[in-house]
């Protein structure tokens, strides 16, 4: 299983890359407007497949290509209570691994919005979302 943690930078007028800020205000501005996390897991057939959230909603993530250098996959909106422009709304992402260790690449979507995108990608145990026995209290 992978934790998949990152932010996106769309391409459209008027969007902020948020250069300049205090490193407090850069935060909560990312954390609250651009940042996704998520999880890639083996599904039923054993090919990866997961489940996302970002501040536009849930998504399920399927086509999962992942090698060494490079990370494919598409999510779908999928929460029914969202506006019409995110839901059924898919969303294609092609990353390739940096020598930092981090994954940057695009994503384009079903009604042509694209952008840039920078993740992290980091392997748990399965049972990484299990919760672990605590031995004393704090």
């Given at each position: 299983?992978?934790?998949?943690q ?23 501005e ?24 970002d ?13 060494e250098?490079?990370?494919?996959f ?9 506006a019409?422009a ?9 990353l ?18 694209s ?5 992290v ?6 049972d ?11």
């Amino acid at each position: 299983m992978f934790l998949i943690q990152g932010v996106f930078f769309p391409r459209f007028e008027g969007f902020s890359t948020y250069k300049g800020q205090e490193k407090s205000e850069l935060v909560h501005e990312v954390l609250r407007n651009v940042a996704f996390q998520g999880a890639l897991f083996p599904g039923p057939d054993e090919k990866l497949v997961g489940e996302m959230k970002d501040p536009l909603g849930p998504s399920v993530v399927y086509d999962v290509s992942l090698d060494e250098n490079e990370l494919r996959f598409t999510k779908m909106y999928n929460d029914p209570t969202r506006a019409s422009a995110t839901r059924d709304c898919k969303v294609e992402y092609v990353l390739r691994r940096q020598p930092d260790g981090t994954w940057v690449g695009e994503y384009l979507t079903t009604n042509r919005y694209s952008g840039v995108a920078r993740c992290v990608l980091v392997e748990v145990p399965d049972d990484f979302l299990d919760s672990p026995p605590v031995e004393e209290p704090l």
